[in-house]
């Protein structure tokens, strides 16, 4: 009997490559970094907002040219490799409802390890929620999973044997976990850092879990959807 194609379960794009996924998470970048202009605090995480003020002489005309002109230089650089495909609307809205699946599977999966947890969101307005949201999701996926779990994975993996089958094979699931608790002690570290909670702790470190599964096996646009419209849904909404 022929394999009927129309009966097949629908299946996942393939992950977006590293140029498409620049594009694809180009709106919580140029969200974040307009909006924080209007807010006197920024994500800890941000490693480009001090660098742009500083070479913006202050100014904040100049600081928001130099972030549309970051974003403009994605697209043209996308459009001269031959990825325009990318910026398709088709693209950001399959991005887009991937990663609601994700955030919301995530809250489930979470909630059922430690229970119903109300995280520190004490003070912010639904405006600065939603610029904090983009500037999380897009630079804490860049310093944990592309940074420390992706870059520091293949640093490990040039230390260990390849004769060592089984620890190479153990290799990415330990740092997955070590990297998801650094993710969540990282949280409760300086000065707008959380009080500490074991629960609240034990939730951010599945959540951190989730994070790097998603960024292994799908990529970096997805993870950042993921992870800023959990923090919408958990800030805003």
């Known amino acids: 009997m022929k394999d009927d194609p129309s009966r097949r379960p629908p299946e996942l794009p393939p992950p977006s ?9 180009l709106p919580f970048f140029i969200g974040y970094h307009l ?24 100014d904040r005309m100049a600081y928001a040219g130099l972030t549309l002109g970051i974003g403009l230089s994605y697209v043209t650089l996308l459009g001269l490799a031959g990825r325009g495909h ?28 430690v229970g119903k947890v109300t995280l520190g969101a004490e003070g912010i307005g639904p405006f600065a929620g939603l610029v904090m949201s983009f500037g999380a999701g897009f630079y804490e996926e860049v ?20 004769e060592t089958a089984t620890g190479r094979a153990l290799l990415a699931p330990a740092w997955a976990i070590a990297t998801a608790l650094l993710f969540s002690a990282w949280h409760y570290i300086g ?12 939730f951010r470190w599945v959540c951190g ?29």
């Not at 599964?213 to 990529?219: K, L, P, V």
Request: no cysteine; proline share 4%.
């Open 86 to 113: 990318a910026l398709r609307w088709q693209r950001f809205a399959g991005i887009a409802l991937e990663g609601t699946l994700y955030a919301i599977a995530m809250r489930f999966v979470a909630s059922y390890v």
């Open 17 to 25: 490559d590293a140029w498409s996924d620049l594009v694809l998470t």
């Open 191 to 202: 000065a707008l850092g959380d009080p500490f909670e074991l629960r609240s702790f034990v």
């Open 143 to 162: 310093v944990f999973r592309v940074g420390l779990f992706g870059l520091g994975l293949r640093a490990l993996r040039l230390l260990v044997p390849p």
């Open 35 to 58: 909006g924080i202009l209007y807010l006197p605090i920024r994500n800890a995480a941000d490693l480009v907002t001090r660098e742009l003020v500083a070479l913006a002489g202050h």
């Open 209 to 237: 879990v989730v994070f790097v599964i998603i960024y292994a096996f799908r990529g970096f646009a997805p993870v950042v959807w993921t992870h800023a419209l959990y923090d919408v849904w958990v800030l805003v909404l």
